[in-house]
């Protein structure tokens, strides 16, 4: 027999052929229950992980990591404000941007949008608009020849498509011998654009930086300049240096606070979804009790003798420990394997099981992530193995300490 001899019993009982069968199925049981509450964790989690790394991929293939305007939204020295920043470390690009609401008419139909005017040479180096281009590219918008980009719930909206001419409505006052009239222009389609997120698909449309700048009366100015970080996560500390440093007449916004309802929901969706699916783990866990209390009971006259051969009630404690530790370490472990291989695999296996059965889970046409996303990452599954893996312990805890606490007398008197 080897030391410690708590770790020798402690897991020879654990393989041992027991008298009482129903005791190993509880075992069991609670080693599957805890294999597939983490298999469900993990699993449940990098879908969750994949969708908002998508989203945000998206939100921000068409918003910008940093965005500085001046005051009223009007920046008169933008090229000076893009060579102040482009100079500091972390900004990958920058390009001016004016922004404004507006009608856009067709005979047969009319719809507001969100109309932002950008230089197309610029804007694909912060924006990933020109790579989800349906139809024309963004290049084919040119300064004077009032050319429109569309996104393709909107072009659809209107009944609209490239060669079209649509006419477009500012709320801008032009005073003209008739009258106040709003300010209106004709303006030919050139292009469509599909994100794959509604409200920019069916809300906004660009036209060049010229254009706009003529259309709202901006002279030389802009609404504000758009940055591209190397590392979006940066964004808020280089919020708060470009703040610092451009002073208190640019105001300096970043996608965190722009955005921060929506993270936070989907923050929050995630850590409810974790606290839910952690109850399998804990349930199957605490399984385990009762598989103890059973072997406790089973073992009583094991443990008289290991006393009256001197053993500590602490060894005792360890031997029955060992025993739960073993059933919470084994499922874990199978969880561990379920779920990365179903994680990593989520993109193989949607698509064969929706062909198996003949369903489709996400339709393209109701849902615009029509693939199930997945993204593991490493300190989910080390927080999900050390929670499986502290419940078993915990779990333990309790039956041990009753078998420590048996007296040899009592338990021999009727053996």
Do not use: C
């Not at 998508?54 to 005051?71: D, K, N, V, W, Y």
């Not at 654009?193 to 254009?211: C, K, P």
């Not at 094991?302 to 009630?313: M, V």
Request: proline share 3%; aromatic share 8%; hydrophobic share 50%.
């Amino acid at each position: 027999m080897f030391r410690p001899f708590e770790l020798f019993i402690g897991l020879r009982y654990t393989r041992a052929k027991r008298r009482n069968h129903f005791i190993s199925f509880i075992s069991l049981t609670s080693i599957l229950g805890i294999a597939v509450g983490v298999t469900a964790l993990i699993t449940v989690l990098s879908v969750m992980n994949g969708f908002e790394k998508e989203l945000r991929e998206r939100i921000l293939g068409m918003a910008s990591h940093l965005t500085i305007t001046g005051p009223g939204e009007r920046l008169e020295d933008w090229q000076g404000v893009i060579k102040r920043v482009q100079t500091r470390g972390g900004v990958a690009a920058a390009a001016p941007y004016t922004q404004a609401e507006a009608m856009l008419s067709q005979p047969s139909a009319v719809s507001g949008a969100i109309v932002r005017g950008i230089d197309p040479t610029l804007e694909a180096t912060v924006t990933d608009v020109g790579e989800h281009m349906k139809a024309g590219r963004l290049e084919d918008l040119k300064p004077g020849e009032y050319g429109i980009v569309l996104g393709r719930e909107l072009a659809d909206a209107l009944g609209v498509g490239v060669g079209d001419s649509l006419m477009l409505i500012t709320s801008n006052i032009a005073v003209t011998p008739v009258g106040a009239l709003l300010r209106e222009r004709r303006f030919t389609v050139v292009g469509l654009f599909e994100v794959g997120m509604y409200e920019f698909d069916r809300g906004t449309a660009f036209i060049h930086l010229e254009d706009a700048q003529k259309l709202y009366r901006l002279g030389t100015a802009v609404n504000g300049v758009r940055l591209k970080l190397d590392d979006m996560f940066a964004a808020p500390r280089l919020n708060r240096e470009l703040a610092a440093e451009l002073g208190a007449e640019y105001w300096v916004s970043d996608w965190t606070r722009r955005h921060a309802n929506f993270f936070r929901a989907v923050k929050t969706e995630r850590t409810a979804m974790f606290i839910i699916l952690a109850l399998i783990v804990a349930v199957a866990a605490f399984n385990i009790v009762s598989t103890l209390v059973m072997v406790v009971t089973d073992k009583q006259a094991d443990i008289a003798i290991l006393r009256t051969l001197g053993a500590s009630p602490g060894s005792v404690m360890t031997i029955f420990m060992v025993q739960g530790t073993l059933i919470g370490v084994v499922g874990t472990l199978l969880g561990l394997i379920g779920g990365l291989s179903l994680a990593l695999n989520v993109d193989t296996l949607v698509p064969w099981l929706e062909h198996t059965l003949g369903i489709q889970f996400l339709p393209a046409d109701v849902y615009y992530i029509s693939e199930l996303p997945s993204d593991v990452q490493l300190s989910d599954v080390v927080r999900i193995a050390a929670l499986s893996f502290g419940l078993s312990i915990l779990a333990t805890l309790y039956p041990a300490w009753r078998a420590a606490r048996t007296q040899p007398v009592e338990a021999l008197r009727y053996e």
